[in-house]
Each structure stands twice: as C-alpha cells, then as structure tokens.
C-alpha cells in the first residue's frame, strides 16, 4: 500500500509512464534580495535554492537537453519530463522575456509539463494568464509558491516580506486558471512549534493546493541562519523530531494531494546543519518517515476530514524553539 501521494505516482498514473522533472537554472533574482520588497533575502536563503550542478550560464536549451539525455539514460527512452524552474523567482520578470523562456518547453516533445516556482507575492494576473496558456496547449501547468509557513510572525521573523494573505490570494487566482498549485512549507523553522507547523498544514489542505512539498530546516554557510545557528540562539531538529512532524503533516493532508518533496539536498561543503539534510541521505530520510507511517499504522490524509478541525486531540503545546 502507498502510504504517500508521491508525485512520481500521481505522473505514472496521470501519463502512463515515467515522468522526471529536468530542474533548471536561469539568471533570474528576488525582489526580496534587489531590494524591491526587500534586502539580502530570506534568512535561509542561499544561492535562491539553486541546484549545485546547475549554473545560469548555461542556457535553457543546453539544460533541458543534458537533463533529458541523462534522464533517458538512466531511467528508459519512454520517460517524460516537467521543465522545472526552480532557483530564485521564476515569475519575476518581464512578460515578454517570461513567455520567451517558457516558449522554449513547447519545443521538447517529451515534455508533458511546466512547473514553476515562485513566491506569492510575484504572481501578477498577466503571468498567470500565460502560464494557463500553455495548459491550453497540451502541457499540464504547476506553479510553486514558496509559503513556508501560515504564522505571520514567523514570516517577519525569518524576512520573507510576503503575509499569509499574499497566498491566499495567489493560490485562489492560480486555481481560476486551473493552474496546479503546489505550496512549499518548511518544518523547524525559527520561534515554531509542532503547532505552528500542524497550522500550515491545515492551511494546505484549507486551500485545496494540488500538492505540497515539506521540507526540514537546514543551515546552510553564509546565510543569516548560519550567524544564529553559529552564536547558539538556533537549533535545527533531530532527525527524529523532523519524521515525527513531517507525518503529523501528512496525516492532514488530503489523500489526493500530490507530495513533491519530503526532504532537502543539500551540498556537503556548504551545509553547517542537519547532516541528514545531505543529498546522499535524502533516501534515508523518506524511508524514515515512510517507516514511522507504518508504525502509526497512518498514512496521508488519515486526519484530513474536511470541518472537522484537523487533529486538535492531538496537539500537545511544546516548548518554542528559538
Ligand atoms: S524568496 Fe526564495 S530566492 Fe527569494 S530570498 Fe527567499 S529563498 Fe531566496
């Protein structure tokens, strides 16, 4: 039995066969760090979650052909592929530049879909009618927005420059277009408790998002979160701690909803903290989580009756963290 909606499920059931995302990297930036909204960015915030294998010099085209050959290579000729544009903020541009380089998709026949991430507060109604246009030409469409977390406070606390509301209103106006909505959350963050993170997921769910990614806290170098980690006033979660919440979101989360992610991947020589947040022990990471779901005998969406308030019997008020 799957325990967990995973998105290479939902594509395999969607499109017949195996479906990759081909991340890409462009020279986008973030009107939280250009100043716009705000300056230096997120307090988590390295290299705007950009990849370390890719690098914005390389053009769209080049990406999109390398990610395809090596996809095919490894997982079989009849694999399909998502265009992922994951670093910085992909909808943070010029509406003619936007479509010029989402344009670039409709020339791969292997790719069935256009994934998009961005913050909510960068989803103007013209980028959004694109971006639904190319649902009208055959490619299936999700934006991502970067949420994090449905405690405002924690949003002041950690620089977002964006509220609550900023999604709300994003997704509602994503899903008239019957764009896919994927909201990015993050456990352990700053001040947060088990409470806090039962709340965004609750929010999710509230939403209807299409699909969800959760991911633990992770320290990277350079970045304000290293200063706090480094002078003892943060600490990161064990990875125990990180299972344990991950499914307490889960179990919230409706059955239908797509899991895009479930851990981090970050780089050895940059992460200060969790280790378990490497690349090399994401697999480690899901498998734990996945057994702690069978020890519950739970699974996704077990708590996820709609009115009925979320698992309030279960909240247990624990210690702030910050
Ligand atoms: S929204 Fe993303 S790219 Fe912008 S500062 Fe925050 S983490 Fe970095």
Partial sequence: MDRIRFFRLYARETFGCRVRKIPVALPFTCPNIDGTKGRGGCIYCYRGS?????????SLREQIEEGIRQAKDRYGRKTRFFVYFQSYTNTYGDIAYLKNLYDT????????????????????EEVLDLLANYKRLGLEVWIEFGL???????????????????LVDAVL??????????????????????????????LVRALRAEGIKIHPIYVMKNTALAKLYEEGRF????????????????????????????????????????????????????????????????RQGLLSVEGAGGNFEKLVEEPRRF
């Fill in 148 to 166: 994090q977390s449905a405690n405002f406070e924690t949003l002041k606390r950690i620089n977002r420059a964006h509220g609550v509301s900023d």
């Fill in 105 to 124: 998709v409709l020339d791969y026949e292997e790719v069935v879909g256009l994934d998009v991430g961005t913050r909510p507060d960068c989803a103007p």
């Fill in 50 to 58: 950009r990849p370390a294998h890719l690098s914005p010099r390389q």
């Fill in 173 to 202: 106006r994503a899903k008239k277009r019957g764009l896919k909505v994927c909201i990015h959350t993050i456990v352990g963050l700053p001040g947060e408790s088990r409470e806090d993170f039962i709340e965004t997921a609750k």
């Fill in 235 to 298: 600490k990161t979660l064990s990875l125990e701690e990180y299972v344990r919440y991950a499914v307490d979101m889960l179990e919230i989360i409706p059955p239908e909803t797509v899991v895009h992610r479930l851990t981090a991947e970050a780089e050895r020589e940059k992460l200060l903290s969790p280790d378990y947040c490497l690349y090399e022990r994401k697999m480690e990471v899901i498998e734990a989580i996945e057994r702690e779901m069978e020890r519950r005998g739970s």
